[in-house]
C-alpha cells in the first residue's frame, strides 16, 4: 500500500520520469520482438515493421497506460475525499467549530493580501505603468528626494524634457478654480497639465477627445477634460456634456473629454485643463521665471533604458543647468531624481501594510495551533477507530494520508468560507486603505488573491493536519487495550500548542496595545487651541473677479476689500460668536506652506540657506476664534491695512528659536533682500499642524495685508451646523452669486478625520488580538475540558477519599495557567525580540505625512506589557474555570462506576 | 484504446498475475510466457498488456523494479505483492468456479 501511495506522488511530481520510464519499457518490448523475428530470418526493416504490427499502435498503448495513472489517483482521492465526508458529517459541531477558524484566520490574510496585491504588487493600471516615474527636484535631491524636492519651473520643464532616455516628460499642478454657468457657482479641483500627460500615462478618454498639442498654444480656445468620477457626480454620467461651454476664469471653456474610471494620480482631481488655459502657468511672468517652480513633473522612461540609465541622463542635465544658470541654483546639490511613480504612490503606507500582513499572519499561526489542538483531541477518541483500521491492514500511509485529506477538507472549505467574508470587507478595506494611497480602488479579489488563499488554505490544511497525524503513534495494540486513554505524547504536544498560542496571542496583543495606547497619547494631545463650536468652510473667489487689467496694487487693494466686506457680512449671521478668516487652518490637510525668511541685522553669510518658517495668513479676531493666546505685543488690529506699516506675529516656537536672548517683538524682518520689511507686533502661543507632530516655527501675516484669491473661515457659534450652513450660504451669495463656499466642517470633524488613518489601523491590529484572543481562550477551555474529560475517573478517586472541591478546581485551573504563564514569558521575550527588530520602522518618520506608527510610548511601554498580561491571564482564567468547575462537580460514585 | 481482444474483462488481470506467480518477469517475458503456455491460442495484441500492467502496479497488485535482463539490458521488472497474490488465489478460485459452470452448462445441452 504505501507503494500505491508513492505511485501516486509520483505521478503528480515525477511525470516526467515516468514517462521516460514509460518510453523505455515498450522500446524494450518491440527491441525484443525485432530481435525475435530477425532471429526467424526477416530483414531488420521488416523485422521491425512486423513488431510494431504485432505490438499494435504505441500512441495508443501510451494514452491508456497514462489513463491507468490518473484514474486511479481520481479513484483513490475520491474514496479519502467520500470518507473524510463522513467522517466529518458524524461530529459536525466539531468540523463547524475548525471551519469557522479557520475562515477567521483565511478571511483576516486574505483581506490584508487583497490590499498588498492591488497596492504594492500589482503594476499601474496605465500602459506599460512600470515604466512612468515622478521627477522629484530641489537642492541636495539625493539625499531626501521627498523632502527636498522644490518642483520645477516652466523652464526647467522644458530642459528636462530634452532628456533622451525620457520618452515624455510632462508636467501637473493643482489649482482650485470656479466653474460658472450651472446652478450655483462650483469650485473644482484642476489639474493643469501638458498637453500629451494621458498619451504619456497611456490613458484614453471614455468619452471625447484627450488634449492635443494645439490646445496647449497660447491664445488657443480653453478645453476641459472631466474625470469619471466628477461626471458621474456632477452630471449623471450623461455623455452629451462633451461639447457643452462653461465659464472659467476669464473665458468660455469647453468639455472636450470625460476620462474612464482610472485612479487618478498624483492626486485626485475634478477636471484636467492644458497649461495654457491656466491663467499662472500661461503667465509670462511663469514661463520667463526660472525659479517660479510649482510644478510636478512625471516622465515615460523608454521602454528599452533602465531606470539607473535614465538618471545618468537626469545628472548630466542638472551639471549643466547649474553651470549655465549660476544665480538660479545657490544652492548645492541641485538636480532631479526620478523615482518610480508606483513607489511613490504607495511608500506611506508600504510599512503599515506589511505590519498588517505580519499580524494577519500571527492570528493564523494560532489558528493553525487551535485547529491542530482539536484534531489532536480528536485523534484521541479516535484512537479505537484508527487501532481497527490499522489492524486491519491499513498502513501508517493510507491513515496519515486519510487524515491529511479531512484537514485539507476542514481547511479548504474554511479557506472558502474566509474568501467569502474578505469579499463582503473589501469596501471596509477600500475605505481604510484611501487614508493612504490613490491606489485603494485598485483593491479587488483577483486571480492572485484567489491563489494566495487557496494556496494558504492548503498550506495550513498539512500543517494543522500533520501535526496529530505525526504525533500518533501507529502502535496497534496498546491502542486497542488501553480504551480511550490518550497518550502522553499526544497530552505534551497538546500543551506545546497551547503554550505557542498563548504566546503568539501575546505579542499580537502587544501590537494592538501599543497602537492603542499611541492612539490615546495622540488624542490626548493638546493642540493648542479650541476645537468645540467652531465650523470651517472654504471661500475662493474667481481669479479674473478683480479684473487682471488693473494695476497690481490696486488689485490688491480690491482683494482685501472683498474679503474685509465678505467678513462683515458673516458677522451678521444671527448666533455668530467670533469668526477668523486664514489661508488653511490648523490639523487641515491643507498644510501652510515653509517659506524662508531673514532678520534685520542679522546677515546671513553667503551660501547659507534662509531659515524657514510656516507661513500664515490671519484676520484681527483669528487667534481669539481658536482661542489661541496672545502672550506678547499685540494681536493684528483691524487699521493694518495695505496701507498701514507691514506687521507680522511670530509663534513661541519661532521666536524661542530665531531669537534666543532677545524679545522678537518690535523686530523686523523680510522675505528676501527685494521684500519690503515687516515689523513683529506680537508672539502667539504654539498650535499644532498635526496632532502626532510637534509644532512649527510659524509666522504670522494679516490677511488684510497680504490678499489671498482661496481663503479659510473659522466660524466659533453655537447654532446648529445645518442652520450655520444655511446662513453661510446665503451671506456669501448675497456678497456676490459667483463666490462658492465649500468645505463645512467641524473643527471636531476635522480632528476626528485627521486620526483616521491612525485609529483605522489601530480598530484592525485590534480586531486581530481579539479574533487571537477569543480563539486562544477556546483553545485553552478545550484543552482543559479534555484533560478533564480524562481524569474523571481520578478526580472521582481524589474527592473519594476527601479531597475538598476546592482542590480540585484549584488543581484543574492551575494545569491551566502553568501552560499560559509559559506562554507568556515566550511571548514577552519575542514582543520585546521583535519590536527591537522592527525598531527602526515602528519609530521611523514617514515619508510625506510623518506620521510614527508609536507616539510618545516606548517599545518596551510597561503599562501595554502588563495590562495585556492581565488581560490575557484573566480570560485564560475564565476559560479553565469553566471546564474546572465541571470536574469539581464530579460525583464521586459515578466517576469511579464509569469505567 | 481497448485491448483487440475476445478475453473477458479481468481474464488478462489474471493471467498476468498467474504468469507472476514464479520469478519477478518484465513486460516481454510475460508476453511470451502467456503465448507459449497457452499454446499461441491467446493471442494477446502484445502492447494492450501495459496499460494493465501498469493498473495492476496502480492497485497495487503487483510491484516493478528495474533491473538487467537476460541480454545485459535495462528493463522493468515486475513481481507479485503479497495483496497481489492474495487476489490470484481468489481469482483463480471465481475463475474456476465460473469455467466448470460454464462447462456444466454447455454439457447439458
Given at each position: 500500500?504505501?507503494?500505491?501511495?508513492?505511485?501516486?506522488?509520483?505521478?503528480?511530481?515525477?511525470?516526467?520520469?515516468?514517462?521516460?520510464?514509460?518510453?523505455?519499457?515498450?522500446?524494450?518490448?518491440?527491441?525484443?520482438?525485432?530481435?525475435?523475428?530477425?532471429?526467424?530470418?526477416?530483414?531488420?526493416?521488416?523485422?521491425?515493421?512486423?513488431?510494431?504490427?504485432?505490438?499494435?499502435?504505441?500512441?495508443?498503448?501510451?494514452?491508456?497506460?497514462r489513463d491507468s495513472w490518473l484514474s486511479r489517483f481520481v479513484e483513490v482521492?475520491?474514496?479519502?475525499?467520500?470518507?473524510?465526508?463522513?467522517?466529518?458529517?458524524?461530529?459536525?459541531?466539531?468540523?463547524?467549530?475548525?471551519?469557522?477558524?479557520?475562515?477567521?484566520?483565511?478571511?483576516?490574510?486574505?483581506?490584508?493580501?487583497?490590499?498588498?496585491?492591488?497596492?504594492?504588487?500589482?503594476?499601474?493600471?496605465?500602459?506599460?505603468?512600470?515604466?512612468?516615474?515622478?521627477?522629484?527636484?530641489?537642492?541636495?535631491?539625493?539625499?531626501?528626494?521627498?523632502?527636498?524636492?522644490?518642483?520645477?519651473?516652466?523652464?526647467?520643464?522644458?530642459?528636462?524634457?530634452?532628456?533622451?532616455?525620457?520618452?515624455?516628460?510632462?508636467?501637473?499642478?493643482?489649482?482650485?478654480?470656479?466653474?460658472?454657468?450651472?446652478?450655483?457657482?462650483?469650485?473644482?479641483?484642476?489639474?493643469?497639465?501638458?498637453?500629451?500627460?494621458?498619451?504619456?500615462?497611456?490613458?484614453?478618454?471614455?468619452?471625447?477627445?484627450?488634449?492635443?498639442?494645439?490646445?496647449?498654444?497660447?491664445?488657443?480656445?480653453?478645453?476641459?477634460?472631466?474625470?469619471?468620477?466628477?461626471?458621474?457626480?456632477?452630471?449623471?454620467?450623461?455623455?452629451?456634456?462633451?461639447?457643452?461651454?462653461?465659464?472659467?476664469?476669464?473665458?468660455?471653456?469647453?468639455?472636450?473629454?470625460?476620462?474612464?474610471?482610472?485612479?487618478?494620480?498624483?492626486?485626485?482631481?475634478?477636471?484636467?485643463?492644458?497649461?495654457?488655459?491656466?491663467?499662472?502657468?500661461?503667465?509670462?511672468?511663469?514661463?520667463?521665471?526660472?525659479?517660479?517652480?510649482?510644478?510636478?513633473?512625471?516622465?515615460?522612461?523608454?521602454?528599452?533604458?533602465?531606470?539607473?540609465?535614465?538618471?545618468?541622463?537626469?545628472?548630466?542635465?542638472?551639471?549643466?543647468?547649474?553651470?549655465?544658470?549660476?544665480?538660479?541654483?545657490?544652492?548645492?546639490?541641485?538636480?532631479?531624481?526620478?523615482?518610480?511613480?508606483?513607489?511613490?504612490?504607495?511608500?506611506?503606507?508600504?510599512?503599515?501594510?506589511?505590519?498588517?500582513?505580519?499580524?494577519?499572519?500571527?492570528?493564523?499561526?494560532?489558528?493553525?495551533?487551535?485547529?491542530?489542538?482539536?484534531?489532536?483531541?480528536?485523534?484521541?477518541?479516535?484512537?479505537?477507530?484508527?487501532?481497527?483500521?490499522?489492524?486491519?491492514?491499513?498502513?501508517?500511509?493510507?491513515?496519515?494520508?486519510?487524515?491529511?485529506?479531512?484537514?485539507?477538507?476542514?481547511?479548504?472549505?474554511?479557506?472558502?468560507?474566509?474568501?467569502?467574508?474578505?469579499?463582503?470587507?473589501?469596501?471596509?478595506?477600500?475605505?481604510?486603505?484611501?487614508?493612504?494611497?490613490?491606489?485603494?480602488?485598485?483593491?479587488?479579489?483577483?486571480?492572485?488573491?484567489?491563489?494566495?488563499?487557496?494556496?494558504?488554505?492548503?498550506?495550513?490544511?498539512?500543517?494543522?493536519?500533520?501535526?496529530?497525524?505525526?504525533?500518533?503513534?501507529?502502535?496497534?495494540?496498546?491502542?486497542?487495550?488501553?480504551?480511550?486513554?490518550?497518550?502522553?505524547?499526544?497530552?505534551?504536544?497538546?500543551?506545546?500548542?497551547?503554550?505557542?498560542?498563548?504566546?503568539?496571542?501575546?505579542?499580537?496583543?502587544?501590537?494592538?496595545?501599543?497602537?492603542?495606547?499611541?492612539?490615546?497619547?495622540?488624542?490626548?494631545?493638546?493642540?493648542?487651541?479650541?476645537?468645540?463650536?467652531?465650523?470651517?468652510?472654504?471661500?475662493?473667489?474667481?481669479?479674473?473677479?478683480?479684473?487682471?487689467?488693473?494695476?497690481?496694487?490696486?488689485?490688491?487693494?480690491?482683494?482685501?476689500?472683498?474679503?474685509?466686506?465678505?467678513?462683515?457680512?458673516?458677522?451678521?449671521?444671527?448666533?455668530?460668536?467670533?469668526?477668523?478668516?486664514?489661508?488653511?487652518?490648523?490639523?487641515?490637510?491643507?498644510?501652510?506652506?515653509?517659506?524662508?525668511?531673514?532678520?534685520?541685522?542679522?546677515?546671513?553669510?553667503?551660501?547659507?540657506?534662509?531659515?524657514?518658517?510656516?507661513?500664515?495668513?490671519?484676520?484681527?479676531?483669528?487667534?481669539?476664534?481658536?482661542?489661541?493666546?496672545?502672550?506678547?505685543?499685540?494681536?493684528?488690529?483691524?487699521?493694518?491695512?495695505?496701507?498701514?506699516?507691514?506687521?507680522?506675529?511670530?509663534?513661541?516656537?519661532?521666536?524661542?528659536?530665531?531669537?534666543?536672548?532677545?524679545?522678537?517683538?518690535?523686530?523686523?524682518?523680510?522675505?528676501?533682500?527685494?521684500?519690503?520689511?515687516?515689523?513683529?507686533?506680537?508672539?502667539?502661543?504654539?498650535?499644532?499642524?498635526?496632532?502626532?507632530?510637534?509644532?512649527?516655527?510659524?509666522?504670522?501675516?494679516?490677511?488684510?495685508?497680504?490678499?489671498?484669491?482661496?481663503?479659510?473661515?473659522?466660524?466659533?457659534?453655537?447654532?446648529?451646523?445645518?442652520?450655520?450652513?444655511?446662513?453661510?450660504?446665503?451671506?456669501?451669495?448675497?456678497?456676490?452669486?459667483?463666490?462658492?463656499?465649500?468645505?463645512?466642517?467641524?473643527?471636531?470633524?476635522?480632528?476626528?478625520?485627521?486620526?483616521?488613518?491612525?485609529?483605522?489601523?489601530?480598530?484592525?491590529?485590534?480586531?486581530?488580538?481579539?479574533?487571537?484572543?477569543?480563539?486562544?481562550?477556546?483553545?485553552?477551555?478545550?484543552?482543559?475540558?479534555?484533560?478533564?474529560?480524562?481524569?474523571?475517573?481520578?478526580?472521582?478517586?481524589?474527592?473519594?477519599?476527601?479531597?475538598?472541591?476546592?482542590?480540585?478546581?484549584?488543581?484543574?485551573?492551575?494545569?491551566?495557567?502553568?501552560?499560559?504563564?509559559?506562554?507568556?514569558?515566550?511571548?514577552?521575550?519575542?514582543?520585546?525580540?521583535?519590536?527591537?527588530?522592527?525598531?527602526?520602522?515602528?519609530?521611523?518618520q514617514q515619508p510625506t505625512t510623518g506620521l510614527t506608527l508609536l507616539f510618545?510610548?516606548?517599545?518596551?511601554?510597561?503599562?501595554?506589557?502588563?495590562?495585556?498580561?492581565?488581560?490575557?491571564?484573566?480570560?485564560?482564567?475564565?476559560?479553565?474555570?469553566?471546564?474546572?468547575?465541571?470536574?469539581?462537580?464530579?460525583?464521586?460514585?459515578?466517576?469511579?462506576?464509569?469505567? | 484504446?481497448?485491448?483487440?481482444?475476445?478475453?473477458?474483462?479481468?481474464?488478462l488481470d489474471l493471467l498476468i498475475l498467474r504468469t507472476l506467480s514464479g520469478?519477478?518477469?518484465?513486460?516481454?517475458?510475460?508476453?511470451?510466457?502467456?503465448?507459449?503456455?497457452?499454446?499461441?491460442?491467446?493471442?494477446?495484441?502484445?502492447?494492450?498488456?501495459?496499460?494493465?500492467?501498469?493498473?495492476?502496479?496502480?492497485?497495487?497488485?503487483?510491484?516493478?523494479?528495474?533491473?538487467?535482463?537476460?541480454?545485459?539490458?535495462?528493463?522493468?521488472?515486475?513481481?507479485?505483492?503479497?495483496?497481489?497474490?492474495?487476489?490470484?488465489?481468489?481469482?483463480?478460485?471465481?475463475?474456476?468456479?465460473?469455467?466448470?459452470?460454464?462447462?456444466?452448462?454447455?454439457?447439458?445441452?
Amino acid at each position: 500500500m504505501f507503494r500505491n501511495l508513492s505511485v501516486r506522488l509520483v505521478s503528480l511530481f515525477k511525470r516526467e520520469r515516468m514517462e521516460q520510464e514509460l518510453d523505455a519499457e515498450l522500446r524494450y518490448h518491440v527491441d525484443m520482438l525485432t530481435d525475435q523475428n530477425v532471429t526467424r530470418g526477416m530483414a531488420p526493416d521488416a523485422a521491425r515493421r512486423e513488431a510494431l504490427r504485432v505490438f499494435g499502435p504505441v500512441a495508443g498503448v501510451k494514452d491508456d497506460v497514462r489513463d491507468s495513472w490518473l484514474s486511479r489517483f481520481v479513484e483513490v482521492a475520491a474514496q479519502d475525499i467520500r470518507y473524510g465526508m463522513r467522517s466529518l458529517r458524524r461530529n459536525p459541531g466539531f468540523a463547524l467549530v475548525i471551519i469557522i477558524t479557520m475562515a477567521l484566520g483565511i478571511g483576516a490574510n486574505t483581506a490584508i493580501f487583497s490590499v498588498v496585491n492591488a497596492v504594492l504588487l500589482r503594476p499601474l493600471p496605465y500602459t506599460d505603468g512600470d515604466k512612468l516615474v515622478v521627477l522629484h527636484h530641489g537642492p541636495n535631491i539625493q539625499s531626501d528626494p521627498t523632502n527636498n524636492d522644490v518642483g520645477f519651473s516652466a523652464k526647467e520643464m522644458d530642459d528636462y524634457r530634452q532628456a533622451r532616455s525620457l520618452s515624455g516628460v510632462v508636467e501637473f499642478h493643482n489649482m482650485f478654480f470656479n466653474l460658472l454657468g450651472r446652478a450655483e457657482p462650483e469650485r473644482l479641483s484642476t489639474g493643469v497639465v501638458s498637453a500629451n500627460y494621458f498619451d504619456v500615462l497611456g490613458v484614453k478618454p471614455e468619452h471625447g477627445r484627450a488634449f492635443v498639442e494645439a490646445d496647449d498654444t497660447p491664445g488657443a480656445p480653453a478645453v476641459l477634460i472631466l474625470s469619471y468620477k466628477y461626471w458621474e457626480r456632477s452630471f449623471g454620467g450623461d455623455p452629451s456634456v462633451v461639447g457643452k461651454v462653461f465659464r472659467m476664469n476669464d473665458k468660455p471653456h469647453t468639455v472636450v473629454g470625460i476620462l474612464p474610471p482610472v485612479p487618478q494620480y498624483p492626486l485626485e482631481v475634478d477636471i484636467y485643463m492644458p497649461s495654457s488655459a491656466c491663467p499662472f502657468r500661461s503667465a509670462q511672468q511663469t514661463r520667463d521665471n526660472r525659479r517660479g517652480r510649482m510644478l510636478t513633473a512625471f516622465a515615460r522612461v523608454r521602454p528599452e533604458v533602465e531606470l539607473r540609465k535614465s538618471q545618468a541622463d537626469l545628472d548630466i542635465l542638472a551639471t549643466q543647468l547649474v553651470a549655465n544658470y549660476k544665480d538660479d541654483y545657490p544652492r548645492t546639490g541641485f538636480g532631479a531624481v526620478a523615482v518610480p511613480l508606483k513607489d511613490e504612490l504607495t511608500r506611506d503606507f508600504t510599512t503599515t501594510l506589511w505590519i498588517l500582513l505580519g499580524t494577519a499572519g500571527f492570528v493564523l499561526l494560532i489558528v493553525c495551533a487551535s485547529i491542530a489542538n482539536l484534531l489532536l483531541a480528536r485523534m484521541v477518541r479516535r484512537e479505537r477507530e484508527i487501532s481497527v483500521r490499522a489492524a486491519l491492514g491499513a498502513t501508517r500511509a493510507r491513515l496519515l494520508r486519510q487524515l491529511l485529506t479531512e484537514s485539507l477538507i476542514l481547511a479548504v472549505t474554511g479557506g472558502v468560507l474566509g474568501l467569502v467574508l474578505s469579499a463582503f470587507s473589501l469596501k471596509l478595506l477600500t475605505t481604510f486603505a484611501e487614508r493612504f494611497t490613490p491606489r485603494a480602488h485598485e483593491i479587488s479579489i483577483d486571480l492572485n488573491v484567489l491563489f494566495f488563499t487557496l494556496g494558504v488554505s492548503v498550506l495550513t490544511g498539512l500543517i494543522f493536519g500533520s501535526i496529530p497525524a505525526f504525533a500518533r503513534r501507529v502502535d496497534v495494540a496498546p491502542a486497542l487495550r488501553e480504551g480511550t486513554r490518550g497518550t502522553q505524547s499526544s497530552q505534551k504536544i497538546r500543551s506545546g500548542l497551547i503554550v505557542a498560542q498563548v504566546s503568539a496571542s501575546f505579542m499580537l496583543l502587544i501590537a494592538a496595545g501599543l497602537t492603542l495606547r499611541s492612539l490615546m497619547q495622540v488624542q490626548g494631545v493638546d493642540p493648542g487651541f479650541k476645537t468645540e463650536n467652531l465650523l470651517t468652510l472654504r471661500a475662493d473667489m474667481s481669479f479674473d473677479k478683480i479684473p487682471l487689467t488693473l494695476p497690481q496694487p490696486e488689485r490688491r487693494q480690491r482683494i482685501s476689500a472683498y474679503w474685509s466686506d465678505f467678513e462683515d457680512r458673516l458677522r451678521t449671521i444671527p448666533g455668530v460668536l467670533d469668526l477668523g478668516g486664514s489661508g488653511t487652518f490648523p490639523l487641515n490637510e491643507n498644510e501652510p506652506f515653509p517659506r524662508g525668511f531673514e532678520r534685520e541685522f542679522h546677515p546671513l553669510p553667503p551660501d547659507t540657506p534662509r531659515p524657514q518658517v510656516s507661513f500664515r495668513f490671519a484676520t484681527p479676531d483669528y487667534f481669539t476664534t481658536f482661542g489661541q493666546p496672545v502672550v506678547a505685543g499685540r494681536a493684528f488690529q483691524s487699521s493694518d491695512t495695505l496701507d498701514a506699516p507691514l506687521v507680522a506675529i511670530v509663534s513661541q516656537s519661532a521666536a524661542k528659536k530665531h531669537w534666543p536672548n532677545e524679545d522678537p517683538v518690535g523686530k523686523r524682518i523680510r522675505g528676501g533682500p527685494q521684500s519690503p520689511w515687516v515689523t513683529i507686533v506680537g508672539i502667539v502661543a504654539d498650535v499644532r499642524q498635526q496632532l502626532d507632530r510637534s509644532p512649527a516655527d510659524e509666522l504670522y501675516v494679516p490677511l488684510r495685508q497680504n490678499p489671498l484669491l482661496s481663503t479659510t473661515w473659522v466660524i466659533h457659534s453655537r447654532l446648529p451646523v445645518d442652520q450655520l450652513v444655511q446662513g453661510v450660504k446665503r451671506v456669501a451669495q448675497a456678497h456676490d452669486s459667483e463666490l462658492p463656499v465649500s468645505n463645512f466642517r467641524t473643527l471636531a470633524e476635522v480632528r476626528s478625520s485627521a486620526l483616521a488613518p491612525r485609529r483605522a489601523v489601530v480598530s484592525l491590529i485590534g480586531l486581530f488580538g481579539l479574533l487571537a484572543l477569543v480563539i486562544t481562550a477556546a483553545g485553552i477551555a478545550g484543552v482543559i475540558a479534555f484533560s478533564v474529560n480524562q481524569r474523571t475517573q481520578e478526580f472521582g478517586i481524589r474527592m473519594a477519599l476527601g479531597a475538598p472541591r476546592a482542590g480540585v478546581l484549584a488543581l484543574v485551573v492551575r494545569e491551566g495557567l502553568v501552560l499560559v504563564v509559559i506562554g507568556l514569558a515566550i511571548g514577552m521575550f519575542g514582543a520585546i525580540v521583535l519590536t527591537r527588530a522592527l525598531g527602526s520602522v515602528i519609530f521611523a518618520q514617514q515619508p510625506t505625512t510623518g506620521l510614527t506608527l508609536l507616539f510618545n510610548i516606548t517599545a518596551t511601554d510597561s503599562l501595554t506589557y502588563a495590562g495585556v498580561a492581565a488581560v490575557l491571564v484573566f480570560v485564560a482564567l475564565v476559560a479553565c474555570l469553566m471546564p474546572a468547575r465541571r470536574a469539581a462537580s464530579v460525583d464521586p460514585m459515578i466517576a469511579l462506576r464509569a469505567q | 484504446m481497448a485491448p483487440k481482444s475476445d478475453l473477458l474483462q479481468g481474464t488478462l488481470d489474471l493471467l498476468i498475475l498467474r504468469t507472476l506467480s514464479g520469478d519477478p518477469m518484465h513486460g516481454w517475458g510475460i508476453s511470451q510466457r502467456i503465448q507459449q503456455l497457452s499454446k499461441d491460442v491467446l493471442q494477446v495484441n502484445q502492447g494492450s498488456l501495459y496499460p494493465a500492467l501498469h493498473r495492476l502496479e496502480q492497485q497495487g497488485l503487483i510491484e516493478a523494479e528495474w533491473g538487467s535482463s537476460e541480454n545485459n539490458r535495462q528493463a522493468k521488472f515486475y513481481q507479485l505483492t503479497r495483496e497481489g497474490r492474495k487476489k490470484l488465489a481468489e481469482e483463480t478460485k471465481n475463475w474456476e468456479r465460473l469455467s466448470s459452470a460454464v462447462a456444466r452448462v454447455l454439457a447439458g445441452i
